[in-house]
């Protein structure tokens, strides 16, 4: 199909003067979404976790034509949520070719294309934005300036070419203007300068803001869309009460709320489709690498307001891939397993992502990371695990036995020591790994029991990933599993 290329040949063409004249970016996600709700299937694919809480909240501010604001934690998916609005635009937007602020072919705003009309008629050149063309999203810092956002103006030049100041010819167009017609997301809103803030306000309510003291009308046609951390929201920065005023919904996100939930994010989000080896994630790695984030989430030492981004389990999902990786290549394996060994490899994927509180900061961030993956390990382990007898394979460490499981180890030889130890390879039928699974796999479930053992105390461990007896503990039955907290101290206080 080929698209109008004149204002004449757009006239009689399915984008008639009377569909697109009025059609606004906010009646166009409006009619787009209501085509959408009447088919089943996700409203927007890729966003896990949000069906029944965020996206109804999401759909109902559209269908309102709201401008809103999402408020959330670190790695909640508040900018993915924005950007998958684009897939509510039309395919194809008509504007009149060579328009910086791509301009509706039946009512320009800027001067230029009205010259443009005035000269040319109905040969006027007609160009078309996609939806990722029509989708601009800007970081709020303190240091924006109306320049950037709006945009500015040289007065000398002005004078120069004769136009009268303040006429929209001698602006030079910030990112708002540039987003006429399309989505306008801001992150971080508060962060934005307070003056900058009413100038968006006026732009949204008048259609006119001043520049460098001199009036510029811009009746503009955006979808507004923000997002901004609770915290902030009150504390650090605020959004100006006339702004705050004109967003019409303020939708909350949230963490995952299930395992599974927080599984199947990262599984799409981390980068796990690799070139070479073939690779095989044993479900009990994921779940650990999930339970770090959710266990994260909950420590004292970790502070609460800041949130553990989602971006942690899948960080540490791609470094577990990468410490296997490595192994299998050193060790020219047919196919990638992770172990858990590879979590603790994976330790700087987590530790820059904990924002820590007094207690945690005294502990280090290492150690607090590590104690995380040991919990992780123990609750996964209770998952696979509870209520099996693990005595012989406990008794068999406390007799004197010892076995090394570096994660660069070679699974040939690694399984050679394993199978060593009574009791233990018949235990992975839990796992679902049995003899006919591959090395790796073995390994691999076999190295998991012997973590959650440790993790629980019934068997050492050292340094040197050497596992040994453990320290005589008073009873022999398996204790249910108990973090190692200390009295919460609260935040380090300010002198
Ligand atoms: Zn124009």
């Given at each position: 199909m080929s698209l109008p290329r004149t204002l004449g040949e757009l006239r009689q063409s399915s984008f008639s003067e009377e569909k697109i004249r009025g059609r606004r970016v906010k009646d166009e996600l409006r009619d787009n979404l209501m085509a959408r709700l009447c088919h089943d299937g996700p409203m927007f694919p890729g966003i896990v976790g949000y069906d029944d809480t965020v996206i109804p909240q999401i759909v109902n501010a559209v269908l309102s034509r709201h401008n809103f604001i999402l408020l959330g934690l670190r790695g909640q998916a508040k900018s993915r949520i924005l950007r998958a609005l684009t897939t509510l635009l039309d395919a194809q937007t008509p504007y009149i070719a060579g328009c910086e602020i791509h301009d509706n072919p039946y009512s320009p705003i800027c001067g230029r294309c009205r010259l443009e009309i005035a000269r040319l008629g109905e040969d006027t050149p007609i160009a078309y934005l996609t939806p990722d063309e029509r989708y601009v999203e800007k970081l709020a810092t303190p240091d924006v300036t109306i320049a950037d956002l709006i945009g500015d103006i040289d007065p000398i030049k002005a004078a120069r070419s004769g136009h009268e100041l303040g006429s929209e010819m001698i602006v030079h167009y910030g990112l708002l203007p540039r987003a006429n017609r399309g989505i306008f997301a801001i992150n971080e809103?508060?962060?934005?300068a307070g003056k900058i803030q009413v100038g968006l306000f006026n732009i949204m309510q008048e259609g006119d803001v001043q520049i460098k003291g001199y009036p510029v009308r811009l009746p503009l046609d955006v979808a507004l869309v923000f997002s901004a951390n609770p915290e902030d929201y009150t504390a650090r920065g605020k959004i100006i009460t006339p702004l705050k005023d004109r967003i019409g919904s303020e939708i909350r996100t949230h963490y995952p709320a299930s395992l599974e939930e927080g599984i199947a994010i990262t599984v799409q989000e981390a980068w796990t489709q690799r070139n070479g080896y073939r690779l095989h994630i044993p479900k009990y790695v994921q779940e650990v690498i999930e339970r770090i984030a959710f266990a994260a989430r909950e420590d004292k030492k970790i502070d609460k307001r800041s949130g553990v981004s989602q971006r942690l389990p899948i960080s540490c999902m791609e470094n577990v891939i990468s410490n296997a990786e490595r192994r299998a290549i050193r060790h020219q394996e047919k196919v990638v397993v992770p172990r858990i060994g590879d979590v603790y490899a994976a330790l700087p994927a987590i530790t820059g992502k904990l924002e820590l509180e007094y207690e945690g900061e005294m502990k280090g961030a290492d150690f607090v990371g590590r104690e995380l993956i040991r919990t992780a390990i123990a609750k996964a382990y209770d998952g696979f695990f509870?209520?099996?007898?693990?005595n012989q394979i406990v008794q068999w460490f406390d007799l004197g036995g010892q076995i090394q499981m570096a994660d660069t180890a070679a699974s040939s030889e690694a399984l050679q020591a394993l199978r060593g130890i009574q009791g233990l390879m018949e235990k992975l039928v839990k796992l679902n790994v049995g003899p006919k699974d591959s090395t790796e796999s073995q390994v691999s479930a076999a190295e998991f029991v012997l973590e959650g053992l440790y993790a629980h105390k019934r068997i050492g461990r050292n340094e040197e990933r050497v596992f040994a007896a453990g320290e005589k503990q008073p009873k022999p039955a398996e204790k249910p599993f108990e973090r190692e907290d200390a009295p919460y101290r609260g935040r380090r206080p300010f002198n």
């Open positions: 809103l508060p962060d934005l509870k209520g099996t007898d693990m």
